[in-house]
């Protein structure tokens, strides 16, 4: 079960082919949020599914070595911290929690900068979230084979 | 016009994927219409303007629960089919909800009422000052990162227990695994 790996080549040319562009199109979601729909919930969902169809087609082997179980948690919590980080950094900068306003000179830009970090913070989790769940799932009772 | 053809297109489509929902005996079948489901969920919110939203239900609805559902019913056992149980008190059960959303449903605004309650408290506010301040068109951005930072904080914590709570659940097993496999390949050797 844990390396059986697709034998049909359609399958993993075309996953080949798509894992590019579909992280390219996570990260469009994830920067463009602000002018269009989208954001980091979406962008961290679109990006984990990349990785995901690699570890379909490929074996769940190959998908750990791409995605290191234990540097997918690390950045499980990477991604909290940045978001809570933001609100700790704006307190000590005499705002309030979460008050973006004094990260930066103009308060106009210090939203700018607090919406982006905030934004990358919840992408890196639900991405880091999605991987462990599906490696948690696809893992599950493979003792017993 | 357009609007309430697509709506209802829509909306039958929906109700025939329900009930084959239920005529499927197939667990594959299942987790298959349920994709199909959610997908026309999102078309409908694309024809309510809300498209935030409908990306979510594609991303997450259609997308990765689908996944992981075809992952769990791979992994269940082949089911033997159900003996009739006495459906009678779930069809009473059921009767029942529908009747009282029905009657809710009567007293909800009407579909974009300009004085129904939730167009009068903070949004018009939001609207006029997000657009001058951010300098971020998209409002929906606006309201989740910033005016509502602390409920997306909160939300973003969710997300990182219930991916613990599924590790530390399953994780034993893996730990178990990687010990095996190592084994295997030594034995190999």
Do not use: W
């Not at chain 1, 082919?17 to 199109?25: D, E, G, K, S, V």
């Not at chain 2, 709506?7 to 594959?28: A, D, E, Q």
């Not at chain 2, 791979?74 to 009747?99: D, H, Q, R, T, Y």
């Amino acid at each position: 079960m844990r390396d059986k790996i697709s034998s049909s080549p359609v399958l993993s040319v075309v996953s080949k082919i798509l894992f590019a562009p579909i992280i390219i199109f996570g990260l469009y979601v994830q920067f463009h949020g602000d002018y269009g729909p989208g954001g980091g919930f979406q962008a961290g969902v679109i990006v984990a599914a990349a990785f995901i169809l690699y570890s379909m087609i490929f074996g769940l082997s190959k998908g750990e070595t791409l995605v290191p179980i234990m540097i997918n948690r690390y950045l499980m919590c990477i991604g909290v911290l940045l978001y809570a980080g933001v609100g700790i950094v704006s307190i000590f900068l005499d705002g309030m929690f979460l008050d973006y306003n004094v990260l930066s000179s103009d308060p106009s830009t210090g939203q700018h900068i607090g919406i982006i970090l905030v934004e990358l913070g919840v992408g890196i989790t639900v991405a880091t979230v999605m991987i462990a769940l599906y490696h948690s799932f696809a893992s599950f009772g493979e003792i017993n084979e | 016009m357009n609007f309430l053809l697509i709506n209802f297109f829509l909306i039958s489509l929906l109700l025939v994927t329900t009930f084959f929902i239920f005529k499927t005996t197939s667990l594959i079948s299942v987790v298959a219409l349920t994709g199909a489901f959610t997908l026309l969920c999102s078309a409908i919110y694309v024809n309510l303007d809300a498209v935030d939203v409908a990306f979510t239900e594609a991303a997450v609805g259609s997308g990765i629960s689908t996944i992981l559902m075809v992952m769990a019913a791979a992994k269940l056992p082949e089911g033997k089919k159900n003996k009739l149980i006495n459906l009678f008190p779930s069809i009473i059960l059921a009767v029942a909800i529908s009747l009282i959303l029905i009657i809710i449903i009567a007293n909800l605004p009407l579909l974009g009422d300009p004085n129904a309650p939730i167009h009068l408290h903070v949004v018009p506010e939001y609207l006029k000052e997000s657009k001058d301040f951010f300098h971020i068109p998209n409002v929906v951005t606006n309201i989740l990162a910033s005016y509502r930072g602390f409920d997306t904080l909160g939300e973003t914590i969710v997300i990182f227990t219930a991916g613990l709570g599924v590790i530390a659940l399953l994780t034993s097993n893996t730990l178990n695994r990687k010990t095996n496999f190592k084994k295997n390949k030594k034995n190999e050797r």
